[in-house]
DNA sequence: ACTAGAATAGTCAAGTGTGGCTATTTGGAT
DNA sequence: ATCCAAATAGCCACACTTGACTATTCTAGT
């Protein structure tokens, strides 16, 4: 996926940022937009270092343990454009893994479905109440932009779960 | 991720298959549900061997090149119920990686922004109108349902994309 | 002054996923 | 008869991803 290599050069490109700030920030605020996780951001930091669209500079501040600062250079500047304009154009099919079992539903009793899915409908709403209960504004626009999708994404799930458990309930 | 896994136990619990007839079968019907390769299948098809949840035979027929034949077993069947029941009562939130361009947008001009996301729409309506011209019920009940979920799923992100582009055609 | 727990910083081994490859057989066009 | 494209069958090397780990430094409570 380059989408995280667009992540981690958009973030370097606001200021250089040793790794575990990057995660940091990325678990902290990014949460709802990916699930990257530090091993795989150190990773995709060393591919682009190797690659030289990002340098790195190994610092030492005081008795801290030492650090690695990564700097996006000019051609990570240019990749960043690059990556950020195909990934704007677009469209990637979305796989829920959760549809596997939907496919196999029949496999089980109607009834014995219906509360399984009540236990997945529950799940969501809280999901879904979080992100509508966030602050707005609290980021950028563009995070902004990219929850109110994941918020549309999510009622329409809702709303398929519901009348899913519904015409369940009725077979029963 | 275990639902390739709940996937390909399905699928072997109908009746045993090869390799082969395996990714064909999901690359011809499936592919709307998942996106798994088929080295991807063998792997895991490997694993489950491993561990005993399915059988595997190497058979020739006449002159063919031989092929293993995958069964599954009691133990299979009753992993493939425990993953189902958690498959089923299990929400995951869903990552689109082009949220991340999203959270990028501000950094190009909305007029372009607006040009790449109405070539990411574009693809976006194919895909849903090629959907929804499937025919239902070719396969099974379960299928449909999952189907029809992917169409919400793709419907809200229509009108989320129809809003935006709205949105940055009066910013221009 | 001391200590448990959180924060800081990063790495490793193992699992997951896939583009591209090999190799044989069949079917249809010439 | 011959040949090429498609179908059949599988695998390997490599890249991506992550759970679990090490190790040090703050910090707040006693």
Redesign the pocket.
């Known amino acids: 996926?380059?989408s995280?290599a667009l992540l981690l050069l958009g973030l370097l490109r606001t200021h250089s940022q040793?790794?575990?700030?990057l995660n940091?920030y990325v678990e902290r605020n990014l949460g709802r937009v990916t699930?990257?996780?530090?091993?795989?951001?150190?990773?995709?930091l060393?591919?682009l270092a190797r690659e030289g669209y990002v340098s790195v500079e190994?610092e030492r501040?005081?008795?801290?343990?030492?650090?690695?600062?990564y700097a996006i250079t000019p051609s990570g500047e240019a990749l960043f454009l690059t990556l950020l304009r195909e990934n704007l154009a677009t469209s990637a099919p979305l796989y829920d893994s959760g549809d596997i079992g939907t496919m196999f539903a029949e496999t089980l009793p109607a009834s014995e479905v219906r509360e399984l899915l009540r236990t997945r409908h529950a799940q969501l709403r809280d999901r879904l109440a979080e992100f509508e209960r966030a602050p707005a504004h609290a980021f950028g626009l563009g995070v902004n932009l990219a929850i109110e999708h994941s918020i549309r994404l999510m009622r329409a799930e809702d709303a398929w779960l519901t009348e899913v458990v519904e015409r369940l309930a009725r077979e029963t």
Chains 1, 2 share one sequence.
Do not use: L
Request: zero cysteines; aromatic letters at 6%; glycine letters at 6%.
């Open positions: 996926m380059d995280r040793h790794g575990y700030q940091d699930d990257m996780k530090k091993p795989t951001a150190y990773a995709i060393d591919r190994v501040m005081g008795n801290r343990p030492q650090r690695k600062v």
